[in-house]
């Protein structure tokens, strides 16, 4: 019943930004963390960051912190990853994924397997 949809993606230029959007639907609460994470061919899925819907804590891999900002519209029940000077290294089919979860759980979850609900991914690619 809890659906993610992303939204967002596209084509931008070494420097661009981005702004990847993760509605949410099936939801009873606020109870819940959203993580993004990406997916390059040939790689592993690696994480990009995690917030908690609940109490608003992020977290960020370090390739993201300073670039990329985590955020959430509670009453939209969506989350945003706005993606700013972006590198050919940033490339990759994005996914937001849920699982729920109290407060003060997401230095738990993190990047962690514990997500449960995915959406289908986004394409960005990053080239000149």
């Known amino acids: 019943q809890v659906q993610l949809v992303e939204s967002g993606g596209g084509l931008v230029q070494p420097g661009g930004s981005l702004r990847l959007s993760c509605a949410a639907s099936g939801f009873t609460s606020d109870y819940y963390v959203i993580g993004w994470f990406r997916q390059a061919p040939g790689k592993d899925r690696e994480g990009v960051a995690t917030?908690?819907?609940?109490?608003?804590?992020?977290y960020y891999s370090e390739s993201a912190k300073g670039r990329f900002t985590i955020s959430g519209d509670n009453a939209e029940n969506t989350a945003y990853l706005q993606m700013n000077s972006l590198e050919f290294e940033d490339s990759g089919v994005y996914y937001c994924?849920?699982?729920?979860?109290?407060?003060?759980?997401?230095?738990?979850?993190?990047?962690?397997?514990?997500?449960?609900?995915w959406g289908q991914g986004t394409q960005v690619t990053v080239s000149s």
């Open positions: 994924a849920a699982v729920i979860a109290p407060p003060g759980a997401l230095d738990i979850i993190r990047f962690s397997g514990q997500y449960d609900y």
């Open positions: 917030m908690s819907m609940s109490d608003g804590s992020t």
